[in-house]
């Protein structure tokens, strides 16, 4: 079977940084990808980590550690705006579905 | 602009009706996807197709029906079989699910009434 855990609450204050840790169990592993969800709205895409190291896209990086089954998204000079759920996602290499983690609630204050 | 539209944005269901979500793209993408999300919960993949004609079962299709009689629609039935329907359903779609991700559709809140 498949697992990813990830925190179910984080709280952080604007203008600071956060980091988001998943860990997974799978059968496969292709590659670790975030998702950003804001209330009653779809998730976005933000970032995909296919081999170990750091990426890094604005505000946000993504890091992977293949080795450790970890990974973890970070998140500087947060704003408000950055309030919503945050999801890991592995891909097992099966026909590019993805196995979403139950995701990370970000909330923001001032 | 290219996107997924998912339509009904809010739909209610009777007890022992079938009812249908449409989902439809524009993006040329070959890969779709249904999932299912649950209040706090994450997504959890009903059914997918990499190709017309074509489509597989997810972890979660049990009273769930699709089909894919064409490359920009993925509809996807939820039938009287599926005992706990009300949810959120989202659609997806992929060139592939690395560097490119998923697009998403903006969702249908089922609910039965």
């Known amino acids: 079977g498949q697992s990813l855990e990830q925190p179910s609450e984080v709280t952080a204050v604007e203008g600071a940084i956060v980091q988001i840790n998943c860990t997974y169990q799978?059968?496969?592993?292709?590659?670790l990808s975030w998702y950003q969800q804001h209330d009653g709205g779809a998730p976005t895409f933000l970032s995909y980590n296919g081999l170990d190291g750091l990426e890094e896209t604005g505000r946000f990086s993504s890091f992977l550690s293949r080795s450790d089954s970890y990974g973890y998204l970070l998140l500087q000079e947060l704003q408000m705006k950055d309030s919503a759920s945050y999801f890991c996602?592995?891909?097992?290499?099966?026909?590019?579905?993805?196995?979403f983690g139950t995701g990370t609630r970000l909330q923001v204050t001032l | 602009d290219g996107g997924i539209t998912q339509s009904p944005k809010y739909l209610f269901r009777k007890e022992g009706q079938n009812v249908t979500l449409s989902c439809e793209q524009n993006l040329n993408h070959d890969a779709m996807y249904w999932y299912r999300q649950d209040p706090g919960q994450g997504l959890r993949l009903i059914y997918y197709s990499q190709i017309v004609n074509d489509f597989q079962k997810g972890d979660i299709a049990e009273g769930y029906s699709v089909s894919r009689e064409k490359k920009e629609s993925f509809p996807l039935t939820v039938t009287s079989a599926q005992k706990n329907p009300t949810a959120f359903y989202l659609c997806?779609?992929?060139?592939?699910?690395?560097?490119?991700?998923?697009?998403f559709g903006s969702g249908t809140r089922l609910t039965v009434v």
């Open positions: 799978t059968s496969g592993f292709y590659g």
């Open positions: 997806a779609s992929s060139v592939d699910s690395g560097a490119n991700g998923y697009t």
């Open positions: 996602a592995v891909n097992t290499g099966t026909a590019s579905k993805l196995t």
